[in-house]
């Protein structure tokens, strides 16, 4: 089978997201069509449930159709807020979402690995984060931030889920 007309994004609980047979662009002096072969994008971190997009979240998911960004996944950053990221995630079949606590978050309700672990269990989680260690926004003792992201990853290793890590450079 020919990679490039079957793309697949595999994760745990992600349902089934398979690009199928590529559509057909309309054949020309009565040769066989070819597949349509225009690229399609997959946004990996996004946070379509900040307050920010509230008003214009159709208007956002319609752009995204438009330029062909056809999944996306929706990064939790505090389990208070949780709910939204995973109800955007469950409310629209190409979004998918994390759970985790943003490492830029310090008075953040500190999670276990026992509540990511059964959050990351409900269908369209695949994966765990916001996580990280970020040295460039915060300083003094971030003791807290390494366990954080030691919680994470142990939750990701119990789930067999990826960690959705932020980059600070």
């Not at 349509?36 to 319609?62: E, G, K, Q, T």
């Not at 953040?108 to 695949?126: G, H, I, N």
């Not at 996580?131 to 915060?138: F, K, V």
Request: with cysteine.
């Amino acid at each position: 089978e020919d990679p490039r007309r079957d793309a697949r994004f595999v994760a745990a609980h992600a349902h089934d997201v398979s690009l199928r047979q590529p559509a057909r662009s309309p054949s020309r002096r009565g040769r066989a069509a070819r597949p349509d072969r225009r690229a399609m994008f997959v946004d990996s971190h996004c946070h379509l449930d900040f307050a920010d997009f509230a008003a214009d979240r159709p208007a956002v998911l319609a752009a995204m159709a438009a330029a062909r960004v056809t999944h996306a996944l929706c990064i939790g950053v505090d389990l208070a807020d949780w709910p939204a990221v995973h109800g955007l995630a469950t409310a629209h079949a190409n979004l998918f979402a994390t759970v985790g606590v943003h490492p830029d978050y310090p008075d953040a309700s500190e999670p276990t690995v026992a509540d990511l672990v059964a959050r990351a269990a409900l269908p369209k989680v695949v994966a765990i984060g916001e996580t990280g260690l970020d040295y460039y926004r915060l300083g003094g003792d971030l003791e807290w931030q390494r366990q954080r992201f030691r919680v994470h990853i142990r939750a990701a290793r119990q789930k067999s889920l990826a960690a959705s890590r932020q980059k600070v450079e």
